[in-house]
């Protein structure tokens, strides 16, 4: 990771949308990474006909892959997926270094179209409950993690904090926003796009009993005895109520880059950038890829799957069709 130089009012010049920008600042022992997204984002939802609060849902979990699966030191996949029995039943983002993403959300629309009726489209109510699980894959010689936490109706930035309280055991704080933007294009003609913005910063000093938190309570307790949890580091508790003041237009606003975000949070502790490696919309599905799956299936199952004469295989991520002779499996 390539530094870039400390941050001041007049420094770095702008990473922009659709990169992710790592920062530490050393005054206070924490390191983050920092993303605002815009064209990326905008073209992963825009192919798909999401209710608008889907669409919402869909572009956090976007942005919190992001924060996550940028942290891979080598080439590998982080992916993000929920199982839930919401309105959302699923969301999947996948994310493959260096910074290829692809994203879908499964969901009952007449289940959404009621909630919107009765005005009830908070995030976590669509998401409902559930497990949330993420997954590192960084290749053939490495083993593969997977951590899971429960969805019970916190929203995707509290279910990030459980996760890494319980399996990595790291202070963190995570901040997300989304919106939806009407822009006029250069014919005057008005325009949708999405954007979205993210901030992460984790708690990392040398020495590991200060990054250390006791367990936490194992529930079985008498309700008269106190289970103080401990004084958190004078640092973190800083640090994390720093980013506790930010706003969600900062994070989506683009007369607000990443790097005036951080100075304005950081700057009398002093900030540190590196170097901005970049995201973008792109699908791994192929039709080689998919050719080799249906090459394993039973006679049995390639003729279920017959329709009209054809096999039809659509993407679920980017909506691309891939369309098969059956004749070419018949053996």
């Not at 609060?53 to 869909?58: E, I, N, W, Y």
């Not at 401990?230 to 969600?248: F, K, N, Q, R, Y």
Request: aromatic fraction near 6%; charge should be negative.
């Amino acid at each position: 990771m390539s530094e870039v130089g400390n941050l001041g009012p007049r420094s770095v010049p702008p990473a922009g949308d659709d990169a992710v920008l790592p920062f530490e600042i050393e005054g206070l022992d924490v390191r983050g990474r920092v993303i605002q997204m815009g064209p990326a984002l905008t073209s992963m939802l825009a192919r798909h006909d999401y209710p608008l609060p889907v669409s919402k849902l869909l572009g956090e979990a976007i942005v919190l892959a992001v924060l996550l699966g940028s942290s891979l030191k080598i080439e590998g996949q982080f992916l993000l997926q929920t199982q839930t029995d919401g309105p959302v039943d699923m969301l999947v983002v996948d994310f493959r270094t260096p910074g290829r993403l692809r994203a879908y959300a499964r969901f009952d629309a007449a289940r959404v179209a009621e909630m919107a009726s009765a005005g009830t489209l908070e995030p976590a109510a669509l998401l409902g409950k559930g497990i949330l699980g993420m997954t590192i894959d960084q290749g053939p010689h490495t083993s593969r993690y997977q951590g899971i936490v429960p969805l019970d109706g916190s929203s995707l930035e509290e279910v990030a904090h459980t996760y890494f309280a319980q399996s990595e055991q790291i202070p963190t704080r995570v901040r997300l926003a989304v919106a939806e933007m009407m822009t006029r294009d250069d014919g005057g003609a008005m325009a949708h796009s999405w954007r979205a913005g993210g901030l992460m910063v984790q708690f990392l000093p040398q020495s590991e009993e200060r990054m250390r938190r006791r367990d936490l309570p194992g529930g079985d307790a008498p309700a008269h005895v106190d289970t103080d949890e401990g004084d958190e580091d004078d640092a973190w508790v800083e640090a994390s109520s720093l980013v506790g003041t930010i706003e969600d237009h900062e994070l989506i606003d683009p007369e607000v880059p990443a790097e005036r975000l951080l100075y304005r949070l950081f700057h009398e502790r002093g900030v540190r950038v590196f170097e901005a490696s970049g995201v973008r919309d792109q699908c791994s599905c192929s039709r080689e890829r998919i050719e080799g799956v249906l090459r394993s299936f039973s006679a049995e199952e390639i003729t279920e799957s017959i329709e009209d004469g054809a096999i039809t295989v659509t993407c679920e991520f980017c909506g691309l069709r891939y369309v098969f002779d059956p004749a070419e499996f018949a053996a």
